[in-house]
Structures are given as C-alpha cells and as structure tokens.
C-alpha cells in the first residue's frame, strides 16, 4: 500500500486515538526501563536485552556486560542503599514522597544498611533515613525494630524463597557466582534448615552452571553470620572464613555482601587459579 500512517480508533465511538507508521511495525517501539540497584544485565529482568534502558540509579561497582544503544542518566554513587540515592532525586527536585513511599524507601535503607550499622552506611544514608522517617511520621529506630521482627525467612518460607528472595548473580573473570543473603534477628532455626538450603543452592549450581553457589544468613542483632556454600572446592578452601563443616562457613562480623563477602569470594578466585 502507498499510504504511510494509518489511524487507530477507540472501537466503541470510532474516535481517534493516534496514528501508526509502517516504520513502527518494522521497528516497534521498546519498553523504556530503569535499571535500579544493579547495573548489570545478568540481575536484571527477563527481557531486559529488548528493551531501551534510560537510566541506572545504583550503589555498588560497575561490572558486567551492560551496553546501550544511546546515552543514559547512570547515577552510582558510594552509598549503602540504592533507597538513599531515589530519596536524594526526590529532594534535589524539590519534591517530597508521599507517606507510604517515603515509608517503602524507609524499609530499603534500613534493610540494606541494617539500621545504619552496616560497613556500608554514609552519613547520607543517615541524613535520607532522617528525613524520609519525618515524612512516613515513624521513629527510624522503632520502625527498623518492627521491620526485622515482622517475619523470619528460616522460619516460614521454603529453601527456595529464602535462597531467592536476595540473590544475585556475578560474573567474576569469567567466574558465574551466585550469592543470596537473608537477613534474620538470631539464627533460631537454621540449623533445621541447613540440609535443604544446601540442596538448593546445589540445585541452582547445576541448573545456571555456576562455580559458586552460597547463602549469607546474617544475625543483624550479634553481626555475625553463617555462609553456606557449594562449588568448586578448590574455591571454597580458598574462602577466608572458618570452615565448620563441608558446606558451611563461620563468619563473624560479616554482614555486607557488596563489601565483605563479595571482596573475599573476589580474592578466593584469584587464589584458586594461583
């Protein structure tokens, strides 16, 4: 046909809506997608590859395979929540969250930065918790009290909610790791749970091929954890934690991913090709 556009109309009243190109079935357009909290391709949604990424909001390092077509927004900043940097945006423009959002970003600080005593943690993190709790109308202390006693993970969800629910994945040198991390008030539990998480994490090494599958299960109350691993043991004898059993680690006074366990899983690779 030698027309160009052709109308699209509401089929109730026939009224016009808009116009659409022979281009655009050619090309359709793509789903427009923000990236926030990671900034690789591999943690992202299914799909990401055919959509256009606009902008990355994140905190942790830049790695992976992320390629775009045209310029983006990429925010990173060195802070302990992905929260912290969204609730900034919302200041610098002027604008304040509604209650109910500054309350969801609440939950995003405290929970990645365990109540602002993470290794992690900046004084902007501090200053964005301030804030966003005056605007929720919570007590940041009270309110990170009821949110990690709200409800255990070891206790009552299945070994692949608690392995999934924080899980991602890394690529390290050509190295695929998978690290999860749940987050509890005491490790009330887990021994009952250590079989079946050791099995799942198996499970996901042998579906996704990875050379390291492990859990961080963290007493944010002791700051101490326990890591649960599989993998090559030529890696896992390189972890620098006290190894009490053939999957499982000792690791006091670990609670960060980005900026404990993930470094030291970094240097046990190194250490394993050595």
């Keep these: 046909s030698p027309q160009d556009l052709f109308p ?9 809506m ?7 079935l050619v090309d359709p357009p793509r789903t427009l997608l923000s990236l926030v909290d990671h900034n690789e391709f591999s943690q992202a949604v299914k799909g990401v ?47 304040q969250p509604e209650a109910a959002v ?30 966003l709790s005056g605007l929720a109308g919570v007590d940041p202390d009270e309110f990170a009290e009821a949110f990690f006693a709200s409800g255990s993970l070891l206790l009552h969800a ?16 050509g190295v695929f790791l998978s690290l999860s991390q749940v987050e509890e008030t005491s490790f009330k539990g887990l021994s009952k749970r250590k079989e079946e998480l050791v099995e799942e994490l198996g499970r996901l090494r ?9 859990i961080l299960v963290t007493d944010i109350r002791r700051h101490d954890s326990v890591l649960l691993a599989v993998g090559r043991e ?3 004898c390189k972890l620098p934690f006290g190894r009490s059993g053939v999957n499982e680690f000792s690791a006091p006074g670990v609670v960060s991913r980005k900026k404990q366990l993930f470094p030291a899983v970094c240097e046990a690779i190194r250490l394993s090709f050595d």
């Design 18 to 24: 808009g116009v659409f190109s022979k281009s655009d």
């Design 158 to 173: 299945d070994a692949q909610a608690i392995v999934g629910t924080d899980r991602k994945e890394f690529n390290e040198d």
């Design 206 to 214: 042998h579906e996704h091929r990875y050379e390291l599958c492990a």
């Design 49 to 95: 590859e055919e959509a256009k990424v606009v902008e990355i909001l994140d905190h942790h390092r830049l790695s992976g395979d992320l390629v775009t077509r045209d310029p983006v927004r990429f925010i990173n900043e060195p802070v302990g929540s992905s929260s912290t940097i969204v609730a900034r945006r919302f200041r610098e423009k002027g604008l």
């Design 234 to 236: 030529e890696l896992l």
């Design 8 to 16: 699209v109309v509401e089929v109730a009243t026939r009224r016009l």
């Design 102 to 131: 500054a309350l969801c970003l609440c939950a995003g600080l405290v929970s990645d930065t365990l109540n602002l005593t993470s290794p992690t943690t900046t004084e902007v993190d501090s200053d964005m918790l301030l804030w």
